[in-house]
């Protein structure tokens, strides 16, 4: 069937970009549509140290690059646009970028997800230099230093659990006077001497200019404020799977992310999943780029078995 490309993969994180390596490095006409934000959320990282291959550690944009380069030399063609709208009921598969349709026999979809902010100005400012939602990509660098979780879910004492390996004080705020958490993970928090909690209150501001130094709490109920000096900010409250634009087109669960079967295979016929759109429990650099090689592997499986059926078809 006559297209544009022969693949199109849509998002430029770990999981797309290894995926446009791979299918890159097969020789197949490949169309990364990355988005205006290229780079996924390793672009708001400032080091990673548990991504294979870089003993000193490697700042989160400079990895990004370097894999969008490698993608590139293989002869993925990278358009730096959002996506406005998607077909798949339709055969070639069309996805429309900067005012432009692009058609393709198969496409794999790593748009990653957004972990849930405050929505306050410093901590947007502060993002990366202290402010983080990942413990596990963030908590080495704070050893020895007190941190703050915001959040009341398993999430959020999954994130302070891991931090009690590095920080001398995890504080838990929590906007409610009990946890959502399930019961065992509230036991081990509350067992844990390093966390303690403070109910009924919310971050209603993080001091610092070039660094995270404290946030100032909120009671909920008094309206009482406190200063909690601290080195560190982590966001707990949940994540959302970037899949508006996939609705009624590809099966989604309740929460928004994308059903798959047969390992990367969405319920659309060609389209294809990986990283963090389907992936709520690991959400790692190293898990999504894994990802997205073994959805290039079956979108070219995929597509040798499309010429194989029409070939079949015209004998």
Same mark, same amino acid.
């Given at each position: 069937?006559?297209?544009?490309?022969?693949?199109?993969?849509?998002?430029?994180?770990?999981?797309?970009?290894?995926?446009?390596?791979?299918?890159?490095?097969?020789?197949?006409?490949?169309?990364?549509?990355?988005?205006?934000?290229?780079?996924?959320?390793?672009?708001?990282?400032?080091?990673?140290?548990?991504?294979?291959?870089?003993?000193?550690?490697?700042?989160?944009?400079?990895?990004?690059?370097?894999?969008?380069?490698?993608?590139?030399?293989?002869?993925?063609?990278?358009?730096?646009?959002?996506?406005?709208?998607?077909?798949?009921?339709?055969?070639?598969?069309?996805?429309?970028?900067?005012?432009?349709?692009?058609?393709?026999?198969?496409?794999?979809?790593?748009?990653?997800?957004?972990?849930?902010?405050?929505?306050?100005?410093?901590?947007?400012?502060?993002?990366?230099?202290?402010?983080?939602?990942?413990?596990?990509?963030?908590?080495?660098?704070?050893?020895?230093?007190? +941190?703050?979780?915001? %959040?009341? /879910?398993?999430? *959020?004492?999954?994130? #302070? @659990?891991?931090?009690?390996?590095?920080?001398? =004080? !995890?504080?838990?705020?929590?906007?409610?006077?009990?946890?959502?958490?399930?019961?065992?993970?509230?036991?081990?928090?509350?067992?844990?001497?390093?966390?303690?909690?403070?109910?009924?209150?919310?971050?209603?501001?993080?001091?610092?200019?070039?660094?995270?130094?404290?946030?100032?709490?909120?009671?909920?109920?008094?309206?009482?404020?406190?200063?909690?000096?601290?080195?560190?900010?982590?966001?707990?409250?949940?994540?959302?799977?970037?899949?508006?634009?996939?609705?009624?087109?590809?099966?989604?669960?309740?929460?928004?992310?994308?059903?798959?079967?047969?390992?990367?295979?969405?319920?659309?016929?060609?389209?294809?999943?990986?990283?963090?759109?389907?992936?709520?429990?690991?959400?790692?650099? +190293?898990?999504?780029? %894994?990802? /997205?090689?073994? *959805?290039?592997?079956? #979108? @070219?499986?995929?597509?040798?078995?499309?010429? =194989? !059926?029409?070939?079949?078809?015209?004998?």
């Amino acid at each position: 069937m006559l297209t544009d490309h022969e693949i199109i993969i849509i998002g430029s994180g770990p999981a797309g970009l290894t995926a446009a390596i791979y299918a890159g490095r097969a020789m197949v006409k490949t169309l990364v549509i990355g988005g205006r934000l290229s780079g996924g959320q390793l672009m708001l990282t400032t080091g990673v140290e548990n991504f294979p291959g870089f003993s000193n550690g490697i700042q989160g944009p400079n990895l990004m690059q370097e894999m969008r380069k490698q993608a590139e030399r293989f002869g993925a063609e990278i358009v730096d646009e959002d996506v406005e709208s998607i077909d798949f009921k339709r055969k070639p598969l069309q996805v429309t970028a900067g005012g432009r349709a692009y058609t393709a026999n198969a496409v794999i979809i790593a748009t990653g997800s957004s972990a849930k902010w405050l929505g306050l100005p410093s901590e947007g400012k502060l993002r990366g230099r202290g402010v983080s939602s990942c413990a596990t990509c963030d908590g080495y660098f704070f050893r020895e230093k007190r +941190v703050v979780v915001v %959040g009341g /879910g398993d999430t *959020a004492l999954e994130e #302070a @659990l891991f931090l009690t390996k590095y920080a001398t =004080e !995890i504080l838990v705020v929590h906007r409610r006077n009990k946890l959502r958490a399930s019961k065992i993970m509230q036991s081990r928090a509350f067992a844990n001497k390093k966390i303690r909690f403070v109910w009924d209150s919310v971050v209603e501001d993080v001091l610092g200019q070039e660094r995270v130094e404290g946030v100032k709490i909120r009671n909920a109920k008094t309206g009482e404020l406190t200063m909690f000096p601290c080195d560190g900010l982590f966001v707990a409250i949940g994540f959302q799977p970037n899949t508006q634009i996939f609705r009624g087109q590809i099966t989604l669960d309740e929460k928004g992310y994308i059903v798959t079967r047969q390992e990367t295979s969405s319920s659309a016929a060609g389209v294809f999943v990986a990283g963090d759109v389907h992936d709520y429990r690991y959400r790692q650099a +190293v898990t999504a780029a %894994g990802e /997205g090689c073994k *959805a290039a592997m079956d #979108a @070219l499986a995929y597509l040798e078995e499309q010429k =194989e !059926i029409t070939v079949s078809a015209r004998e």
